[in-house]
T-cell receptor, first 113, second 115 residues
Framework: DQQVKQNSPSLSVQEGRISILNCDYTNSMFDYFLWYKKYPAEGPTFLISISSIKDKNEDGRFTVFLNKSAKHLSLHIVPSQPGDSAVYFCAASVQGGSEKLVFGKGTKLTVNP | NAGVTQTPKFQVLKTGQSMTLQCAQDMNHEYMSWYRQDPGMGLRLIHYSVGAGITDQGEVPNGYNVSRSTTEDFPLRLLSAAPSQTSVYFC??????????????FGDGTRLSIL
Protein backbone atom coordinates (compact mmCIF):
# COMPACT_ATOMS: atom_id res chain seq x y z
CA ASP A 1 0.00 0.00 0.00
CA GLN A 2 1.63 3.20 -1.19
CA GLN A 3 2.10 5.73 1.58
CA VAL A 4 3.49 8.41 -0.75
CA LYS A 5 1.77 8.89 -4.09
CA GLN A 6 2.75 10.89 -7.12
CA ASN A 7 -0.21 10.39 -9.41
CA SER A 8 1.22 12.10 -12.48
CA PRO A 9 3.90 9.97 -14.13
CA SER A 10 4.86 12.83 -16.43
CA LEU A 11 4.50 16.58 -16.92
CA SER A 12 5.47 18.77 -19.84
CA VAL A 13 5.80 22.57 -19.62
CA GLN A 14 7.22 25.39 -21.69
CA GLU A 15 10.44 27.11 -20.70
CA GLY A 16 9.74 30.15 -18.53
CA ARG A 17 6.39 28.87 -17.27
CA ILE A 18 5.57 27.38 -13.88
CA SER A 19 5.95 23.66 -13.18
CA ILE A 20 3.78 22.22 -10.42
CA LEU A 21 4.50 18.71 -9.20
CA ASN A 22 2.11 17.13 -6.74
CA CYS A 23 2.44 14.54 -4.01
CA ASP A 24 -0.09 12.97 -1.63
CA TYR A 25 0.59 10.92 1.46
CA THR A 26 -1.50 8.71 3.70
CA ASN A 27 0.58 8.31 6.87
CA SER A 28 -0.32 11.12 9.29
CA MET A 29 2.88 10.39 11.24
CA PHE A 30 5.05 11.78 8.46
CA ASP A 31 6.60 15.03 9.67
CA TYR A 32 9.40 15.72 7.22
CA PHE A 33 9.09 15.91 3.46
CA LEU A 34 11.69 16.20 0.76
CA TRP A 35 11.92 16.56 -2.99
CA TYR A 36 14.71 14.90 -4.92
CA LYS A 37 15.65 15.40 -8.55
CA LYS A 38 17.13 12.57 -10.57
CA TYR A 39 18.87 12.59 -13.93
CA PRO A 40 19.35 9.33 -15.87
CA ALA A 41 22.25 7.17 -14.67
CA GLU A 42 22.78 9.38 -11.61
CA GLY A 43 21.68 9.19 -8.01
CA PRO A 44 18.89 11.38 -6.63
CA THR A 45 19.96 14.89 -5.69
CA PHE A 46 18.34 16.70 -2.79
CA LEU A 47 16.32 19.73 -3.89
CA ILE A 48 14.27 21.13 -1.04
CA SER A 49 12.56 19.99 2.15
CA ILE A 50 9.83 21.07 4.52
CA SER A 51 9.01 20.24 8.10
CA SER A 52 5.41 19.65 9.15
CA ILE A 53 5.55 22.76 11.35
CA LYS A 54 5.69 24.89 8.21
CA ASP A 55 3.39 25.24 5.24
CA LYS A 56 5.86 26.77 2.79
CA ASN A 57 9.57 26.72 2.11
CA GLU A 58 11.39 28.58 -0.66
CA ASP A 59 14.81 28.18 -2.19
CA GLY A 60 15.42 30.29 -5.25
CA ARG A 61 13.17 29.09 -8.08
CA PHE A 62 11.84 26.20 -5.99
CA THR A 63 8.99 26.42 -3.49
CA VAL A 64 7.38 23.56 -1.61
CA PHE A 65 3.89 23.91 -0.15
CA LEU A 66 2.49 21.59 2.51
CA ASN A 67 -1.21 21.17 3.26
CA LYS A 68 -1.34 18.89 6.29
CA SER A 69 -5.11 18.69 6.48
CA ALA A 70 -5.24 17.44 2.89
CA LYS A 71 -2.04 15.36 3.28
CA HIS A 72 -0.76 17.03 0.14
CA LEU A 73 2.40 18.76 -0.90
CA SER A 74 3.48 20.40 -4.10
CA LEU A 75 6.69 21.62 -5.65
CA HIS A 76 6.59 24.80 -7.73
CA ILE A 77 9.40 25.65 -10.11
CA VAL A 78 9.33 29.21 -11.44
CA PRO A 79 10.52 29.91 -14.06
CA SER A 80 11.08 26.45 -15.48
CA GLN A 81 14.28 25.86 -17.43
CA PRO A 82 15.27 23.04 -19.83
CA GLY A 83 17.89 21.91 -17.30
CA ASP A 84 15.05 21.17 -14.88
CA SER A 85 14.03 18.23 -17.08
CA ALA A 86 14.43 15.22 -14.80
CA VAL A 87 12.45 12.79 -12.65
CA TYR A 88 11.27 14.35 -9.39
CA PHE A 89 10.68 12.19 -6.35
CA CYS A 90 8.67 13.17 -3.32
CA ALA A 91 9.80 11.50 -0.08
CA ALA A 92 8.63 11.51 3.52
CA SER A 93 9.84 10.34 6.91
CA VAL A 94 8.60 9.98 10.45
CA GLN A 95 9.89 11.61 13.62
CA GLY A 96 13.16 12.85 12.26
CA GLY A 97 14.33 9.47 11.01
CA SER A 98 15.11 10.79 7.61
CA GLU A 99 17.44 7.92 6.81
CA LYS A 100 14.20 5.91 6.56
CA LEU A 101 12.62 7.70 3.65
CA VAL A 102 9.45 6.56 1.91
CA PHE A 103 9.49 7.58 -1.74
CA GLY A 104 6.81 8.18 -4.33
CA LYS A 105 7.16 6.68 -7.80
CA GLY A 106 8.33 9.94 -9.32
CA THR A 107 7.13 12.41 -11.94
CA LYS A 108 9.11 12.94 -15.12
CA LEU A 109 9.26 16.66 -15.90
CA THR A 110 10.08 17.80 -19.41
CA VAL A 111 10.71 21.51 -19.96
CA ASN A 112 10.52 22.40 -23.64
CA PRO A 113 12.61 25.28 -25.02
CA ASN B 1 34.94 16.08 -3.04
CA ALA B 2 33.87 12.45 -3.66
CA GLY B 3 30.71 12.31 -1.50
CA VAL B 4 29.11 8.85 -1.70
CA THR B 5 30.97 6.37 -3.90
CA GLN B 6 29.41 3.10 -5.04
CA THR B 7 31.23 0.24 -6.74
CA PRO B 8 30.79 -1.47 -9.09
CA LYS B 9 28.58 0.65 -11.37
CA PHE B 10 27.34 -2.39 -13.28
CA GLN B 11 27.27 -6.10 -12.47
CA VAL B 12 25.75 -9.23 -13.99
CA LEU B 13 25.33 -12.28 -11.78
CA LYS B 14 23.97 -15.76 -12.18
CA THR B 15 21.20 -17.02 -9.95
CA GLY B 16 22.65 -18.35 -6.70
CA GLN B 17 25.86 -16.36 -6.81
CA SER B 18 26.78 -14.04 -3.96
CA MET B 19 28.36 -10.64 -4.14
CA THR B 20 29.01 -7.46 -2.18
CA LEU B 21 28.05 -3.98 -3.32
CA GLN B 22 30.44 -1.43 -1.91
CA CYS B 23 29.51 2.00 -0.55
CA ALA B 24 31.91 4.55 0.92
CA GLN B 25 31.40 8.14 2.03
CA ASP B 26 34.00 10.72 2.92
CA MET B 27 31.74 13.21 4.71
CA ASN B 28 31.98 11.60 8.17
CA HIS B 29 28.22 10.99 8.10
CA GLU B 30 26.76 8.91 10.91
CA TYR B 31 23.75 7.62 9.00
CA MET B 32 23.93 5.39 5.92
CA SER B 33 21.23 3.56 3.99
CA TRP B 34 20.71 1.21 1.07
CA TYR B 35 17.76 1.54 -1.31
CA ARG B 36 16.69 -0.31 -4.42
CA GLN B 37 14.80 1.16 -7.33
CA ASP B 38 12.81 -1.05 -9.67
CA PRO B 39 11.40 0.18 -13.02
CA GLY B 40 8.50 2.58 -12.55
CA MET B 41 8.90 2.51 -8.79
CA GLY B 42 10.20 4.78 -6.12
CA LEU B 43 13.21 3.89 -4.01
CA ARG B 44 12.61 1.33 -1.27
CA LEU B 45 14.74 1.04 1.85
CA ILE B 46 16.65 -2.22 2.30
CA HIS B 47 18.84 -1.66 5.39
CA TYR B 48 20.18 1.33 7.24
CA SER B 49 22.76 2.18 9.88
CA VAL B 50 22.80 4.96 12.48
CA GLY B 51 26.48 4.52 13.27
CA ALA B 52 29.38 2.08 13.26
CA GLY B 53 28.28 -1.28 14.63
CA ILE B 54 24.56 -0.47 14.43
CA THR B 55 22.30 -1.63 11.60
CA ASP B 56 18.60 -2.22 11.16
CA GLN B 57 16.15 -3.48 8.55
CA GLY B 58 14.15 -1.35 6.18
CA GLU B 59 11.12 -2.18 4.07
CA VAL B 60 12.65 -4.91 1.87
CA PRO B 61 15.53 -6.58 3.78
CA ASN B 62 15.09 -10.22 2.74
CA GLY B 63 18.04 -11.68 0.82
CA TYR B 64 20.45 -8.93 1.90
CA ASN B 65 22.98 -8.53 4.70
CA VAL B 66 24.80 -5.44 5.90
CA SER B 67 27.47 -4.56 8.42
CA ARG B 68 29.03 -1.25 9.50
CA SER B 69 32.50 -1.75 10.90
CA THR B 70 33.65 1.80 10.08
CA THR B 71 31.94 5.17 9.73
CA GLU B 72 33.00 5.40 6.08
CA ASP B 73 31.87 2.04 4.67
CA PHE B 74 28.52 0.31 4.44
CA PRO B 75 28.65 -2.78 2.18
CA LEU B 76 25.52 -4.60 1.03
CA ARG B 77 25.78 -8.37 0.58
CA LEU B 78 23.55 -10.49 -1.61
CA LEU B 79 23.66 -13.95 -0.09
CA SER B 80 22.24 -15.99 -2.98
CA ALA B 81 21.21 -13.82 -5.92
CA ALA B 82 17.73 -14.24 -7.38
CA PRO B 83 16.25 -12.68 -10.55
CA SER B 84 13.88 -10.66 -8.33
CA GLN B 85 16.93 -8.79 -7.04
CA THR B 86 17.61 -7.31 -10.46
CA SER B 87 17.45 -3.60 -9.71
CA VAL B 88 19.39 -0.38 -9.34
CA TYR B 89 20.86 -0.07 -5.87
CA PHE B 90 21.53 3.30 -4.25
CA CYS B 91 23.54 4.02 -1.16
CA UNK B 92 22.94 7.20 0.80
CA UNK B 93 24.36 8.98 3.81
CA UNK B 94 23.49 11.94 5.99
CA UNK B 95 24.84 13.74 9.01
CA UNK B 96 23.09 13.60 12.33
CA UNK B 97 24.40 17.03 13.24
CA UNK B 98 23.09 20.47 12.41
CA UNK B 99 19.64 21.96 12.95
CA UNK B 100 16.62 19.75 12.38
CA UNK B 101 16.64 16.99 9.83
CA UNK B 102 19.44 16.75 7.33
CA UNK B 103 18.84 15.38 3.82
CA UNK B 104 20.45 12.24 2.53
CA UNK B 105 23.15 12.36 -0.12
CA PHE B 106 23.01 9.58 -2.70
CA GLY B 107 25.62 7.76 -4.72
CA ASP B 108 25.16 7.20 -8.45
CA GLY B 109 23.96 3.63 -8.05
CA THR B 110 24.92 0.07 -8.95
CA ARG B 111 22.95 -1.51 -11.80
CA LEU B 112 22.63 -5.20 -11.00
CA SER B 113 21.23 -7.88 -13.32
CA ILE B 114 20.61 -11.43 -12.13
CA LEU B 115 20.27 -14.04 -14.87
Amino acid sequence: DQQVKQNSPSLSVQEGRISILNCDYTNSMFDYFLWYKKYPAEGPTFLISISSIKDKNEDGRFTVFLNKSAKHLSLHIVPSQPGDSAVYFCAASVQGGSEKLVFGKGTKLTVNP
Amino acid sequence: NAGVTQTPKFQVLKTGQSMTLQCAQDMNHEYMSWYRQDPGMGLRLIHYSVGAGITDQGEVPNGYNVSRSTTEDFPLRLLSAAPSQTSVYFCASRTGGGPGNQPQHFGDGTRLSIL
